[in-house]
């Protein structure tokens, strides 16, 4: 039987022939990643475990993106206790403020991760790489430090699902409509420690945005990662971002995968996850009369620019409702001049809302977007858990930034099909 991608790229950095999915390897690292969360607790480790050195400090990148520019007195000591670190062993990809951006739209645009490598990364969301065709996958701070000394990490060969996607979406349906409505069909669960692999034609009217976002997400199904085949786009993508080197892997005919759905993108509508889990999906015609207060626009997984260029369409000329907050982050430096520059800044904020600088922020309730008991929020974010993004009696539901920024323009979800 042959091998799908992602145990492709397994079995090369094991130094191996063939794996098999449930295998048991140990795999050479390309990337080790972490942010002023959890970077600080992989520190702690590494100090009490003794340890002076890490393996390779060009293949490090601690990004200062949760928190900052700091919201209080204990982020700033733990970014100050990653500074030390990073200063201290020369890592060569630390970002701090003024450099930084959102990790996961960071990295890639920096030309740190590639296609064929094996990346770790300690948050949740470091499957977005595999939009590039690596294999990329969250782990705790613990076995980031472990991989910061060894430059490896055990890892259990992941069994695969199929996605063939077939079709051209219509217009309003971007990436994170496919991807919630994957989620929807599944379930949270539906593709727990398996690898998410995408293939078919409808791959070619996706842009890298909309495959940052599908493989961003693939945790919230329980992914372990997802991954998409390396084409003329993702080449182009690499070749304006890097100059490195890299290797392209393609599944075998004979590849064995669990399951395989096939998904039209031509009959996607736009989609609305409902609270409290990703997997409680409505298309927008199911959605009904929800009044919102706030909207959030940015994140890893809706930060880039296609997302900024989409939520200013449907902006422009428009005013965000009297009752409502609308927060649009860029997720990066380069993201947010290049925004600037297009007028697109303008837009957002002559239409009422407020442009903040690079950071995860609001998604994870740490600030620039709390919500009180009983308020709503639309949010381009992956998660939509109970507390989320504030208060236990607050609501997420989440959305592409089409849909966001026709809700902030409504106070109600809606989409800009309507408007």
Known sequence: MGMTMTQKILAKHAGLDEVKAGQLIEAKLDLVLGNDITTPVAITEFEKAGLTQVFDKDKIAIVLDHSTPCKDIKSAQLCAQSREFAHKYGITHFYDVGQVGIEHALLPEKGLTAP????????????TYGALGAFSTGVGSTDMAAGMVTGKAWFKVPSAIRFELVGKPKEWVSGK?????????IGVDGALYKSMEFTGEGIAYLSMDDRFTICNMAIEAGGKNG?????????????????????????????????????DLSLLKPTVSFPHLPENT???????????????????????MDDMRVAAKVLKGRKVADHVRCIVIPATQAIYLQAMREGLLEIFIEAGAVVSTPTCGPCLGGYMGILAAGERCVSTTNRNFVGRMGHVDSEVYLASPAVAA?????????????L
């Open 116 to 127: 064929g490598e094996v990346i770790i990364g300690a948050d949740s969301h470091t499957c």
């Open 227 to 263: 991954i998409f085949p390396v084409d003329d786009l993702a080449i182009r993508y690499m070749e304006e971002h890097s100059k490195r080197n890299f290797t392209i892997y393609t599944a075998d005919k004979d590849a064995e995968y669990e399951e395989t759905y096939t998904i």
């Open 406 to 418: 026709a809700s902030a323009v409504t106070g109600r979800i809606a989409c800009p099909c309507t």
């Open 177 to 185: 409509d496919v991807i919630l409505h994957i989620i929807g069909m």
């Open 282 to 304: 409505k298309t927008i015609d199911e959605v009904g009369d929800i009044k919102i207060d706030q909207v959030v626009i940015g994140s890893c997984t809706n930060g880039r």
